[in-house]
């Protein structure tokens, strides 16, 4: 089992910067790559970045390429995800998933193909 708490989500003015974290904890920390999903209302979760665990390769979403980063911290089984430039359509609530299960050198951004999820954290990008 794996615990997973997202931090750092809040309100922001379009153009400026939040990091979220995710800090993994639990029986077994085992995981192949942490992943960031976002969600809006009555839409389909979209995969926004990746990382592994092992040699920190990143998977990007087009729609936050140049402007969100993912970087981990594996003495603190923590991911995080240094968003800039943030716009309105930025506002959703944020995720991170582990994949324990990956067998690619590389992470992708499908949500199925995670085993455990956070609680979620909202981002609100207004003026």
């Known amino acids: 089992q794996v615990q997973l708490v997202e931090s750092g989500g809040g309100l922001v003015q379009p153009g400026g910067s939040l990091r979220l974290a995710c800090a993994a904890s639990?029986?077994?920390?085992?995981?192949?790559?942490i992943g960031w999903f976002r969600q809006v209302p009555g839409e389909e979760r979209e995969g926004i970045l990746c990382?592994?665990?092992?040699?920190?390769?990143?998977t990007s979403a087009d729609s936050v390429k140049g402007r969100f980063t993912i970087s981990r911290d594996n003495a603190k089984n923590t991911v995080y995800l240094q968003m800039n430039g943030l716009k309105p359509e930025d506002t959703a609530i944020y995720f991170c998933?582990?994949?324990?299960?990956?067998?690619?050198?590389?992470?992708?951004?499908?949500?199925?193909?995670?085993?455990?999820w956070g609680q979620g954290t909202q981002v609100t990008v207004s003026s």
């Open positions: 998933a582990a994949d324990f299960s990956a067998h690619d050198s590389r992470c992708r951004l499908r949500a199925i193909e995670y085993d455990y």
């Open positions: 639990g029986s077994t920390l085992d995981y192949k790559h």
């Open positions: 990382i592994t665990k092992r040699d920190g390769r990143t």
